[in-house]
Antibody, heavy 120, light 107 residues
């Protein structure tokens, strides 16, 4: 059974940093591209970032480019999102998602999410 | 960026009803459209990918279709467990974008 479990969220002050983790199990982690998607309270889903299977290629939404860094440790089956210079508008539930290995991007499996609150 | 306009934003329906949710892309996305279900406290679930291909394990009462840049999710014979929020997402080009969501509530 595919499982994705996020951790590392919490309350942080504006300008602060936080590192999210996503522990993966039930599949060959090193074979799949992985994503972060976020959802601000009461709003819809917004794609944040993607990393390829070996970590050599990453892309970001414009809203987080230069502040967030996605990475992975395939030996530990773990995905990360390092978030720096956090702003109030980064407050959201952050989900990790596994890519579907189809021609186009499909978020085949999702974690349950981890809340990040940026507030003074 | 490709904009995904989803409608309605909410609807009320009864068990056994047929429900239709529409997603319109701001430009051609071929058939690279996916549908997800979100329930409170649960992981999001992929229902349909490639506009009309049912994900493994998803009941056949869910179906997807397309007409140009308009995409439709149909739930036939709505079941109690189908009351949730549904999102479309385009996988054609970056940045990947979602529709605003449709909340299906019990009438």
């Amino acid at each position: 059974e595919v499982q994705l479990v996020e951790s590392g969220g919490g309350l942080v002050q504006p300008g602060g940093s936080l590192r999210l983790s996503c522990a993966a199990s039930g599949f060959t982690f090193s074979s799949y591209w992985m994503h972060w998607v976020r959802q601000a309270p009461g709003t819809g889903l917004v794609w944040v970032s993607r990393v390829n299977s070996d970590g050599s290629s990453t892309i970001y939404a414009d809203s987080v480019k230069g502040r967030f860094t996605i990475s992975r440790d395939n030996a530990k089956n773990t995905l990360f999102l390092q978030m720096n210079s956090l702003r109030a508008e980064d407050t959201a539930v952050y989900y990790c998602a596994r890519d579907g290995k189809t021609v186009a991007t499909v978020f085949e499996y999702w974690g349950q999410g981890n809340l990040v609150t940026v507030s003074s | 960026d490709i904009q995904m306009t989803q409608s309605p934003s909410s609807l009320s329906a009864s068990v056994g009803d047929t429900v239709t949710i529409t997603c319109r892309a701001s430009q051609s996305i071929s058939s690279y459209l996916n549908w997800y279900q979100q329930k409170p406290g649960k992981a999001l679930k992929l229902l349909i990918y490639g506009a009309s291909t049912l994900q493994s394990g998803v009941p056949p009462r869910f179906s997807g279709s397309t007409s140009g840049t308009d995409f439709t999710l149909t739930i036939s014979s709505l079941q109690p467990e189908d009351f949730a929020t549904y999102y479309c997402q385009q996988g054609y080009s970056g940045p990947l974008t979602f529709g605003g969501g449709t909340k299906v509530e019990i009438k």
